[in-house]
């Protein structure tokens, strides 16, 4: 049972669309955290919510404690943007992360 | 210079050998993790400390141990390497005291094979 599920697993788009990532979570969370790997491996954190929305310059993320789900949004997509996005939850007991398996994005000029 | 650091980035070791990775942090955090990546895998936790003489194992901690030599430093150790330990090793820190949840830093993950 995976606590953290994304959706979709791969996903290419052209340069300039908008691009959307999806995120559900099973457990009760204090955070969930937007995540960005690199071809390189190297993981960055990208965005940290524990409700509403937060943007960064093109990128959203987005928030639905009641519904258990997060979004990650990227407008006017670019091919450096192209890299693995990991969505993680920290949970409000246990002091545990939960990692999803994360979404390949490959963004095409 | 990164605030975690692991050393070293990438390892080609043979099965049965004792191999170490190492970890520092200059973030003054108290809690430490070791996880593994493998492709189509989530990040799964392999150790965490929360303080110098706090070890506690995570989801997959056989074949693996750990020493917490220091708050900077969280090492950890596959005893006699298997190929299925192939995989990239992250280690991270966070830090309790941030109000909205733990903020969580990683390394710039450790490439090990085991042939």
Redesign the interface.
């Known amino acids: 049972k995976?606590e953290?599920e994304q959706s979709p697993q791969n996903l290419t788009a052209q340069e300039g669309e908008f691009i959307t990532i999806n995120c559900s979570y099973s457990v009760g969370?204090?955070?969930l955290?937007w995540?960005q790997q690199h071809p390189?491996?190297?993981?960055?954190?990208l965005f940290?919510?524990?409700s509403g929305k937060k943007k960064h310059g093109r990128l959203i993320a987005t928030i639905n404690i009641q519904e258990k789900h997060s979004s990650l949004h990227i407008t006017a997509s670019h091919p450096r943007d192209s890299a693995v996005y990991?969505c993680?939850v920290?949970t409000?007991t246990g002091?545990?992360?939960?990692?999803?398996?994360?979404t390949s994005l490959t963004v095409i000029p | 210079d990164a605030d975690v650091t692991q050393t070293p980035r990438n390892r080609i070791t043979k099965t049965g050998k004792r191999i170490m990775l190492e970890c520092s942090q200059t973030k003054g955090h108290d809690?430490m993790?070791w996880?593994r990546q493998d492709p189509?895998?989530?990040?799964r936790?392999i150790y965490y400390s929360?303080d110098v003489k706090d070890i506690n194992k995570g989801e997959i901690s056989d074949g693996y141990s750990v020493s917490r030599q220091a708050q900077a430093k969280f090492s950890l150790s596959l005893e006699s390497a298997i190929p299925n330990q192939t995989a990239?090793y992250?280690c991270a820190t966070?830090d309790?005291r941030d109000t909205?949840?733990?903020?969580?830093?990683?390394?710039?993950?450790s490439?090990l094979t085991v042939v």
Do not use: D
Not at chain 1, 40 to 45: F, K, L, N, Y
Not at chain 2, 40 to 43: I, P
Not at chain 2, 100 to 109: D, Q, S
């Open positions: 995976n953290v969370i204090s955070a955290h995540l390189g491996g190297g993981i960055v954190s940290m919510l524990s990991i993680a920290k409000n002091n545990q992360f939960y990692f999803g398996t994360g | 809690r993790y996880y189509g895998l989530g990040l936790l929360f990239l992250f966070s309790p909205l949840g733990n903020t969580i830093y990683f390394g710039e993950g490439w």
